[in-house]
């Protein structure tokens, strides 16, 4: 009895909502700034430094050079569209585009791509807002986001860049209507750091990885209202979540990818019908004392949907409310799982080794 009212308290401490979006600071007004013509051989890092904040600059062609912006509200957009402005760096070790320290501005229509490092980092204190931008083909990292920094994006892509399309630690990152594409992880979020994909759609090999207590993401198909796609279909890992991290799908309807909750990490369903694991068929995974709760949205009468499940080394498997279990789940080391009475269990599923679950 005591261990059953254990789960039930667990149950009420462990929620977790979408992550909410917060206003962020608007920046001055900008003047207009320089027009630099990169196709001409122009420095778009000397139009910055020779800039009276707060400006924007406007972008033609492929700038070949590592531009820092610190301290100085510039904005930067492109006079094109992102295929045909943007900026590169001919170093491996410097993103094409850095922007640190004390900064309020915008960056559009530009494209951070075929860098033989990352494309685009965001430190420190600065405040962003970024929109319609490509994040293609870099050797690592497509958008860092780090050190306290605050971005909000819309209209985002990430396509075949060979690290994580997105990496996010110790700052908070919101991408609405973004498409997210390749064979590194969609999101990595770290150091305690906040990421939501809002409407946004993620394919390829990797969805996200969270790690570090505090650490969040989410896919979040709710709280906007807008006509882009949302939705998680991956070939292997849709989430991973360790040391204390925390992953949310909300409101995510139909998606594929292996769950896997690790060293006290966390992964929820609200909303979120499982119809695959991984390509190879891999079972989900709760391990040493890593947990995954799976919980309708009531609200919008949306069900969740757990497959096939392995539980190990104290962890934990919760379904709630009128949610869905088809497969199998198993518990071993002293790990358990927990059914409401609600749940529906797909005919000729199984539950073996959970001293808190069983079906008919």
Do not use: W
């Not at 005591?2 to 001055?28: D, H, I, M, N, W």
């Not at 909303?271 to 694991?277: D, L």
């Amino acid at each position: 009895m005591l261990k059953t009212l254990g789960f039930v308290c667990l149950l009420s401490a462990v929620a977790v909502q979408a992550a909410e979006v917060p206003e962020r600071p608007s920046p001055l007004r900008p003047i207009r700034g320089a027009v630099v013509n990169c196709n001409n051989g122009e420095s778009l890092q000397a139009a910055i430094d020779a800039s009276r904040a707060p400006a924007e600059i406007f972008i033609t062609g492929i700038c070949a050079e590592s531009v820092l912006i610190r301290d100085k509200d510039i904005s930067l957009r492109g006079t094109q569209k992102p295929s045909l402005d943007g900026i590169r760096s001919p170093n491996p070790a410097l993103p094409a585009l850095t922007v640190r320290g004390s900064v309020i501005a915008t960056i559009n229509d530009l494209s951070f791509s075929r860098n033989p490092g990352a494309g685009l980092a965001i430190r420190g204190g600065a405040s962003m807002t970024i929109g319609n931008c490509l994040f293609e083909s870099n050797a690592t990292s497509g958008l860092r986001v780090d050190s306290g920094a605050f971005v909000i994006a819309n209209d985002l892509t990430f396509t075949a860049n060979r690290g994580q399309s997105t990496s996010t630690s110790d700052a908070q990152f919101f991408c609405i209507s973004c498409d997210v594409a390749g064979s590194g992880p969609a999101v990595v979020s770290t150091r305690g750091a906040i990421v939501s994909m809002l409407d946004s759609s993620i394919t390829g090999t990797l969805g996200y990885v969270v790690s570090d207590r505090g650490s969040f993401a989410d896919i979040d198909c709710i709280t906007f209202d807008t006509p882009h796609p949302c939705s998680m279909n991956v070939t292997q890992f849709a989430a991973l979540s360790l040391a204390g991290g925390t992953a949310v799908f909300t409101a995510a309807g139909d998606f594929s990818g292996q769950l896997i909750a690790d060293d006290r990490g966390t992964i929820r369903l609200d909303g979120a019908r499982q119809v695959a694991t991984s390509s190879n068929g891999a079972p989900n995974v709760a391990d040493a004392l890593g947990e995954i709760i799976v919980a309708p949205l009531p609200d919008i009468s949306a069900q969740s949907l757990l497959l096939n499940t392995e539980a190990a080394h104290f962890a934990r498997v919760l379904l709630t409310g009128n949610s869905i279990f088809k497969g199998s789940l198993q518990c071993s080391g002293a790990a358990d799982a927990f059914l409401d009475p609600t749940v529906i269990v797909i005919p000729g599923s199984t539950v073996s080794g959970c001293e808190h679950a069983s079906v008919p």
